[in-house]
């Protein structure tokens, strides 16, 4: 299954509100750069763009690294990744446990998954 496949089970307007009421919270709040990551995956993955997701566009586009950026050399995307899958994580533990939508992102990959929760 792909990632547009996943969105076809939901309406992505809920996906969309979901996001929004995750950035919405006071853990998000205070990362801007979290809430970006988040909201640029999920909204290129809805628009079928989840391909384009590598290191080096969501370094360019969300992290606002220069073109000459390096995946091979700087890890930022990655150490970012981690942080935004441990505060989604630690999200769906409490305040978001009963949220309909499940937003996850596979460890070694930057596309979001979307599930029942």
Do not use: C
């Amino acid at each position: 299954m792909n990632s547009s496949d996943q969105t076809n089970s939901y309406v992505q307007d809920d996906v969309i509100d979901q996001v929004n009421k995750i950035i919405s919270t006071e853990e998000f709040k205070k990362t801007k750069i979290l809430t970006d990551f988040l909201t640029f995956i999920v909204n290129e993955t809805l628009e079928g763009n989840e391909d384009s997701l590598k290191e080096y566009v969501i370094a360019t586009n969300v992290l606002t690294r220069n073109p000459d950026f390096d995946p091979q050399v700087n890890a930022i995307v990655r150490i970012h990744a981690h942080r935004l899958r441990e505060k989604l994580k630690n999200y769906y533990n409490t305040e978001g446990r009963f949220d309909k939508i499940l937003i996850t992102i596979p460890k070694g990959r930057y596309i979001p998954f979307f599930s029942e929760n």
